[in-house]
């Protein structure tokens, strides 16, 4: 996907268009993970979309729902979504960082043969 450390670093403009197609990744994958806690809210809750996009953006930022779950399903979700929000938030981090360390240390590693 990188470049091998045989080869020079990408110019500056490729390595910010790199930045930007990772950062429209993250921000899909937290888009999408959103709208499946908004849906999952609205079925399992019957929370209205306003209430459902609160509970779901407080579980994606870390802070726990803010209605607690009245039903089964609504408390299985919840749980289920909770876990899935920590996961989202490690492939975010991941998805923002790696082109930065990547290119860190590739600068490491890259010796220019003269």
Not at 5 to 31: E, G, Q
Not at 106 to 111: K, Q, R, V, Y
């Amino acid at each position: 996907m990188y470049e091998p450390k045989h080869t020079p670093p990408i110019p500056t403009k490729s390595f910010l268009r790199r930045l930007l197609v990772h950062l429209a990744a993250a921000l899909a994958l937290f888009a999408g993970s959103l709208a499946i806690g908004m849906l999952g809210y609205m079925a399992c809750e019957g929370l209205p979309w306003v209430d459902a996009f609160l509970n779901a953006s407080m579980l994606l930022g870390g802070m726990g729902p803010v209605d607690p779950p009245q039903y089964t399903a609504g408390k299985l979700f919840a749980g289920f979504y909770a876990l899935y929000a920590g996961l989202v938030f490690m492939a975010t981090a991941a998805l923002l960082f790696a082109p930065v360390f990547h290119r860190l240390i590739h600068s490491f590693h890259w010796s220019e043969k003269v």
